[in-house]
Each structure stands twice: as structure tokens, then as C-alpha cells.
């Protein structure tokens, strides 16, 4: 079956710093895989998503992730914190039958 | 302007008073979704349809129930809520179905059961 997993429940990083949230899968076949961010009292935003080609996408805000096949991994990056990118960020795969899977989420704090 | 809305947003009830949560998407999407977010389990798909009169169940589909009578609308109901129904849901639409293309969110539905 397909799934996600962070395996982080917090990350800390200081402002100016880069930031990395970590996430791995495991997909039969070859994976679409998104990134989605949540800030307080908001639903989730979409933020970027691996369908096929450049193992390096760039998404909304200045994130990007990176697609390592071997290491199972989609990792979002960021060159330079900021503190408005606090918040919780989830990984997510398309499953069989047209379902969705999500990882637990992983908190996010950029401290000034 | 595109997007998903839910209401209520906030609703508190007691045990075995069915309730509605209503979403509705403007953006022509033929994929909607229900999920719940837990404290560390994330998001968990409840249901999902493909389109007017398709639904099928996601991963957590027990004391719920949906229909799609319309495109744009994909009610979430509880017919006999119970406290381990206390949660945050999120309605979410998409393009299509298939998996390639991103979910757009509602801002969310905080339900409580006592």
C-alpha cells in the first residue's frame, strides 16, 4: 500500500538559516508526491508536487523538494528561513483507487 | 475567486444528534474528498467522489456518510455522532481524480461530541 512518513514531529531552525522537513515513501510504481502547508487556523495549501522529470521542483514561497529515488525520500527545502513560514507542513501520496494519504505532519519553527 | 467553503466552522453537539457539514467548491472540480485531522496522525481520507453520484470510501469511512447529488456540493453527514468523532475535518477538491493534480482545502470544520 502506499504511504508517507515524517519522522519529525517538530523541526527548529533559526531565521536566515536553511531549512530542510523530511519525508519518505513507499510507492509501488513510480510516485506523484506533494508537499501541503497549514498555518494556524487555515486549511492546507498546496505547495509543490513531484509528477516525473527534474528531481529538483520548485514550489510556492520559495520551497522546493527533492526527489531521491534510491533513498525513497521528497524532502522540502528552503535556502533562508523565515519566521512567517512557521507552521505545519505535510507530505502526501496518491494511493490505489483514487485515495490520498498523508504523513502525521511536521511543526515547523523559525525562530527570529 | 476559486475555493472550497464548509459550514459550520465551529459546532459543538452531543451524542446521537445527527448533523450536516456542508462544502461546496466553484471551480468545477470533479474530485471532492473529506478527511479528518487528528493530533499526530495527520490526515485521514474518510470518503471521496469522483464525480456526481460516484463516492467511495476512504481509509476511516465508519459513522459517516456523504452524497454527491451535485457537482459543486459533497455533504459530510453523521447520523449518530459519538464523542470519538471529535475532530477537525477538511473538505478538499481537485481537478480530477487520478492523483496528479493538488487538492485545494476548505478552511476546515471544528467538530466536538460530548
Known amino acids: 500500500a502506499q504511504s508517507v512518513a515524517q519522522p519529525e514531529d517538530q523541526v527548529n531552525v533559526a531565521e536566515g538559516n536553511p531549512l530542510t522537513v523530511k519525508c519518505t515513501y513507499s510507492v509501488s510504481g513510480n510516485p506523484y508526491l506533494f508537499w501541503y502547508v497549514q498555518y494556524p487556523n487555515r486549511g492546507l495549501q498546496f505547495l509543490l508536487k513531484?509528477?516525473?522529470?527534474?528531481?529538483l521542483v520548485k514550489g510556492s514561497y520559495g520551497f522546493e523538494a527533492e526527489f531521491n529515488k534510491s533513498q525513497t525520500s521528497f524532502h522540502l527545502k528552503k535556502p533562508s528561513a523565515l519566521v512567517s513560514d512557521s507552521a505545519l507542513y505535510f507530505c502526501a501520496v496518491p494511493g490505489n483507487f483514487n485515495k490520498f494519504y498523508f504523513g502525521s505532519g511536521t511543526k515547523l519553527n523559525v525562530k527570529p | 475567486e476559486a475555493q472550497v467553503t464548509q459550514n459550520p466552522r465551529y459546532l459543538i453537539t452531543v451524542t446521537g444528534k445527527k448533523l450536516t457539514v456542508t462544502c461546496s467548491q466553484n471551480?468545477?472540480?470533479?474530485?471532492m474528498s473529506w478527511y479528518r485531522q487528528d493530533p499526530g496522525l495527520g490526515l485521514r481520507q474518510i470518503y471521496y467522489?469522483?464525480?456526481?453520484?460516484?463516492?467511495d470510501k476512504g481509509d476511516v469511512p465508519e459513522g459517516y456518510k456523504v452524497s454527491r447529488k451535485e457537482k459543486r456540493n459533497f455533504p459530510l453527514i453523521l447520523e449518530s455522532p459519538s464523542p470519538n468523532q471529535t475532530s477537525l475535518y477538511f473538505c478538499a477538491s481537485s481537478r480530477t481524480g487520478g492523483g496528479s493534480y493538488e487538492q485545494y482545502f476548505g478552511p476546515g470544520t471544528r467538530l466536538t461530541v460530548t
Open positions: 471551480m468545477n472540480h470533479e474530485y
Open positions: 467522489s469522483m464525480n456526481v453520484e460516484v463516492t
Open positions: 513531484y509528477i516525473t522529470g527534474d528531481n
